[in-house]
């Protein structure tokens, strides 16, 4: 009898096992069969039933029905009217059952009719397959189907999002259909209260979809009609002719496009009507000898006119009485006046947010750039303020530190262990060419500025001649690490580049080394004693020539340094160092010679200044260095000494 009853068992087992497909397949089958008609008519604007059917019926197999149906691999075997799958082949087709999955036969395509949904049914298959993708185990596919439907949102989407929203366990993919929701509902919500409280959620949002979202449902279309005719529609603005708002032009173009107005012919088309309708010596009954006169030539054509010889036309004096007539509008495509008025506030909240993080990208570009100039400079700064030198070679050092950084990219393949080693070994080859210009040609000629300028600015055409012999005129590419690459995105407005950071960062370290240096060690003591009185510190046994070859290196070296930190953006020229120049001179001069914090001040304001006159003038960089200038002059004479004034040699240069 046991083994009776487990032979049993195990038969109901298998016929269990063996009547599941089957049962999924009459249940599907039976869902298709109820809707044949609708699906073989294949109609969009009756599909609709067959659709929400299988998106409703819960069964693992509806996905792949919708999508073999969408992508036309379903097929109606006439002879029994089952639906089956279907794949082309050579032979014919290749015939597969919905349920399993499993090729029941190949061969030729007589006798299987292919559905053949239109691109309107494809879209509604595709709306309601989201369904399934909302719902699935993968999270993966959950995010790319919120992605899909951002791209291409349908009403069908709203109610689904609102129906998934509550059973997603991922906190991050349920805000994010939380926020999709709220889009959507601003498109397609269906009162306008609903409307109104998911359009004023987004204020002071500026996301580019919340943008896109509101533009529409402040869109207008350009009226005309009798000025005495009541208003129609979701009113915007009124327009008054003849104003930027709408030129007159445009005005009378409008009239003229309704039907309200005649053509407007110009000067040169009705003079040439005027000739081609001479008969007898008259135009419209007026002899030609009369038409040197404009209101005579006016009376003639509309006397033609009026006999159908020329097309009719008006006069320049009447237009403006004719649109007098007429009231112009722009009309909110939205009819809901709660609505746009809604997203007019909320869109002007995100404007004004929008123009606060313009700013504040603004001011970041300008502490990245100031940050650059500040590594420019403060070499500079430090050989200006110490020596009284006018260094303009000062560049060529900038040049010379990103040529070692290539250099040693050459050499060593790796980009964050080569940067690694270019920065000290540009700080050692920028430190060495300054002590030897120190030391063969400054040396020799201190308290003579205008030989020491005029000498400094030869050699630097030099260098960049001999570098450019020797590894030519074609820029040079210094990578930065992957790590650098990319930028560090707030939102859509403000970013700002991570190599950008990595400059600010290494502008940060030099200042409070530079700092710890001049304050803390004996060189900083005897290089400040020497810029504050060198007869006075030589008497002390302190050694002036020395100090200034080793404070000449010493900002030769940093200068090294800004060559590899610059060159990871700008393109490695023989010519680089020519565009920091001048800037870095500026930075030394309106902060303070020879001060740290007077370049760092320098730096920030020169910084600042540049990248607001760009703003102001993107299209015209030249623009920027001409107004710079203009404002150091202007600058100088007010406080000639700089931001930060210093006391001692340089101060009294």
């Known amino acids: 009898m046991t083994i009776l009853m487990r032979r049993l068992l195990a038969l109901v087992l298998v016929c269990a096992a063996t009547m599941a497909p089957a049962q999924e397949s009459a249940d599907i089958q039976s869902i298709l069969q109820e809707n044949r008609a609708l699906i073989e008519a294949s109609s969009r604007r009756t599909i609709g039933p067959a659709i929400d059917a299988l998106r409703e019926s819960g069964l693992d197999r509806a996905p792949e029905v919708m999508r073999r149906w969408q992508e036309r691999e379903l097929y109606l075997r006439e002879a029994d009217g089952v639906f089956v799958f279907g794949e082309e082949t050579d032979d014919g087709l290749r015939v597969i059952d919905i349920a399993t999955g499993e090729v029941i036969g190949e061969g030729p395509d007589d006798g299987y009719e292919e559905m053949r949904p239109n691109a309107g049914i494809r879209g509604l298959i595709q709306a309601a397959m989201v369904q399934f993708r909302l719902q699935d185990e993968n999270a993966a596919q959950r995010a790319r189907a919120l992605d899909a439907v951002a791209r291409s949102p349908e009403p069908e989407h709203l109610d689904l999002l609102r129906t998934v929203i509550l059973d997603e366990p991922d906190p991050a993919l349920r805000a994010r259909m939380e926020r999709l929701e709220r889009l959507l509902t601003v498109q397609f919500g269906q009162s306008d209260a609903e409307r109104v409280a998911a359009i004023e959620g987004f204020r002071g949002d500026i996301a580019r979809e919340v943008r896109a979202a509101l533009t529409p449902v402040l869109a207008t279309r350009r009226t005309v009609a009798p000025e005495d005719a009541p208003a129609e ?77 020329v097309p009719p036309t008006t006069l320049e004096e009447d237009r403006a009485d004719l649109m007098g007539g007429y009231a112009f509008r722009d009309i909110h495509i939205e009819p809901s006046a709660e609505v746009t008025d809604a997203a007019a506030a909320t869109m002007e909240s995100i404007e004004l947010t929008l123009r606060l993080h313009q ?290 040699r340089a101060a009294e240069a």
């Open 359 to 648: 700013w504040l990208d603004l001011g970041l570009d300008a502490l990245s750039l100031a940050s650059i100039y500040f590594l420019a400079a403060i070499g500079l700064a430090i050989t200006f303020g110490v020596m009284g030198v006018i260094n303009m070679a000062h560049g060529e050092f900038i040049m010379l530190g990103a040529f070692t950084g290539w250099l040693v990219q050459l050499v060593v393949p790796n980009y964050t262990i080569s940067i690694v080693v270019a920065l000290p070994l540009a700080f050692v080859v920028a430190f060495a060419a300054g002590v030897a210009l120190e030391r063969l040609v400054i040396r020799h000629l201190y308290h003579r500025p205008l030989e020491t300028l005029l000498a400094t600015f030869g050699i630097s055409i030099a260098i960049q001649q001999i570098v450019k012999n020797v590894f030519g005129s074609q820029a040079k590419p210094l990578t930065a690490p992957d790590w650098l690459a990319g930028s560090w995105v707030v939102n859509d407005i403000v970013s700002i580049s991570f190599i950008r950071i990595a400059i600010f960062g290494l502008a940060l370290v030099f200042l409070g080394l530079l700092l710890f240096i001049l304050n803390r060690t004996r060189l900083g003591l005897e290089v400040r004693a020497v810029t504050q009185n060198p007869r006075m510190a030589a008497s002390m046994g302190i050694n002036p020539d020395r100090i200034n070859m080793l404070t000449f290196g010493l900002g030769s070296g940093i200068a090294g340094i800004a060559g590899v930190a610059i060159g990871l953006f700008a393109q490695v020229t023989s010519e680089l160092g020519q565009n920091y120049i001048v800037q870095s001179f500026m930075t030394v001069v309106v902060g303070g010679v020879g001060n740290i914090w007077g370049t760092l001040a320098g730096a920030t304001l020169i910084g600042l200044l540049q990248k607001g006159i760009e703003s102001a003038n993107p299209s015209n960089t030249l623009a920027a260095q001409t107004y710079m200038i203009l404002f150091v002059i202007l600058f100088i004479q007010f406080r000639p000494r700089g931001i930060v004034a210093l006391r001692g």
């Open 233 to 309: 529609g979701n009113v915007a603005r009124e327009l008054e002719p003849g104003t930027d708002a709408l030129p007159e032009a445009e005005a009378y173009q409008m009239l003229v496009s309704a039907g309200l107005a005649p053509e407007r012919i110009d000067r040169e088309a009705r003079r040439a009507a005027l000739v081609a309708n001479i008969e007898d010596g008259e135009v419209g009954g007026i002899p030609v000898a009369e038409l040197d006169d404009q209101e005579m030539r006016d009376r003639a054509y509309a006397t033609l006119a009026q006999a159908g010889a």
